[in-house]
Structure formats: C-alpha cells, structure tokens
C-alpha cells in the first residue's frame, strides 16, 4: 500500500545536537511539506517542496533545514539553533488537485 | 491574527448526540480540508471542499462549504465514541499549495 513512512517515531535530542527527521513516500506525489505540531497552536508550516531540488520556507523556518535530492524523501534537520525543537513533527505529501496525505509522526524531545 | 479560526477549542458530548464544529476563514478559500487526529498520531484525511455550496458525507459525519468559502461546518449525527479525537480544518488559499491549520477542536464523546 502506498503511503508516507516517517521515522523513528520518537527522537530524543541532547542540547546543542542537531537531528534529522525521515520522512519518505511511494505515492508519486510532487509536493511534500514539514509540519511542527504544539499543545494548542494546531499545525504550523515549517518547509515545503513543490518539486525536487527545490524547497520554500514556511511560516517557522528558523532553526530548521530541509533537502529534496528525491521526489520520494524529504528529511528534516533539527539544528541546534532550534531554541525550542520539543515537540510532534508531522510530514505530508500532496498530488496537484488532490488531499493532503500524513505520515504518522515523530515525538522530538529534548533531554 | 489567525487566518483560520475553528470552533468550539472543545467539545464533550454524550454518545448518541448530534454536533457541529465550525471553521471559518478571513478570506475567500481555494480549498477546505477536515482531518481527523488521534492523539500522538498522524492526520487522517476526512474530506475536501472546494466549490461553494458543496456538501459531502462519508458514514456520520457531513461537511459544508458556504456560497462564499469563508465558512466551512463539520456536522457528526449519532456521535460514538470512535468520533473523539482532535479535529481540524486546513485551508488553502490557492497561492504556492500551503496549508494553513486551524488550532483544532478536541472531541470527547462520553459513553
């Protein structure tokens, strides 16, 4: 079955370490977007990539980096410049026209 | 201010009871999307509206898009306790495939 893999499921970071976020999907969707999910604020747009070789920023950039070498992954780095990186990452996938399609997460805490 | 704004924050029902959520946009929508999310868990995609006027169900649950996309209601008949969850609208606005989260609303259905 087709769908977004996001791994691990839960990420522990240690102060001033940088982390990366996996996120892949076999749906042939052009789009992928990163997501950063906090108690009470909804889903807030971190990056997003319309094609590959090429990303936006999005609302919450800062701190954060992002690749798109293929259509399939875009993985997510958690830099140390992140001041405040606890929390729920949600990646998304989405075909022109259609749905937006979610990974089910990874819980990033740091320790 | 908040571009998309969704209410009740909460909401406890009992089993059995109808309910409707709200979201409502500060402008004209592309395209309106309702999720459902478990807590700790991915989004689950519910459905999508995009012409005004339309109106779509799947099972219990019905969703509207007023004649001028800036409002959108989420409707559950009969609730049962596998409708809790957090619900939430996303918007898009047409311009660069970003969307936009409401904060959510957190669903108990009391047995």
């Known amino acids: 079955d087709g769908g977004i893999t996001q791994s691990p499921k839960y990420l522990f970071r240690k102060e001033g370490q940088n982390v990366t976020l996996s996120c892949e999907q076999n749906?042939?969707?052009?789009?992928m977007y990163w997501y950063r999910q906090d108690p009470g604020q909804g889903l807030r747009l971190i990056y997003y990539?319309?094609?590959?070789?090429?990303?936006q920023k999005g609302d919450i950039a800062e701190g954060y980096s992002v690749s798109r070498e293929k259509k399939e992954s875009f993985p997510l780095t958690v830099t140390s410049a992140q001041k405040n990186p606890t929390a729920f990452y949600l990646c998304?996938?989405?075909?022109?026209?259609?749905?937006?399609?979610f990974g089910s997460g990874t819980r990033l805490t740091v320790v | 201010s908040q571009e998309l704004e969704q209410s009740p924050q909460s909401l406890i029902v009992q089993e059995g009871k109808n309910l409707t959520i709200n979201c409502t946009s500060s402008?004209?929508?592309?395209?309106l999307y309702w999720y459902k999310q478990k807590y700790g868990e991915g989004l689950i995609f519910l459905m999508m509206?995009?012409?005004?006027?339309e109106e779509k169900s799947h099972e219990k649950i019905t969703a509207k898009l007023d004649e001028k996309k800036q409002q959108s209601s989420l409707h559950i008949t009969a609730s049962q306790p596998s409708h809790a969850g957090i619900y939430l609208c996303?918007?898009?606005?047409?311009?660069?495939?970003?969307?936009?989260f409401g904060k959510g609303t957190l669903l108990t259905v009391n047995p």
């Open positions: 990539s319309q094609i590959v070789n090429d990303f």
């Open positions: 749906l042939n969707h052009d789009a």
């Open positions: 996303g918007a898009d606005w047409g311009s660069n495939y970003k969307l936009t």
């Open positions: 998304a996938s989405r075909r022109t026209n259609y749905g937006y399609t």
């Open positions: 402008k004209t929508l592309y395209g």
């Open positions: 509206l995009q012409k005004g006027g």
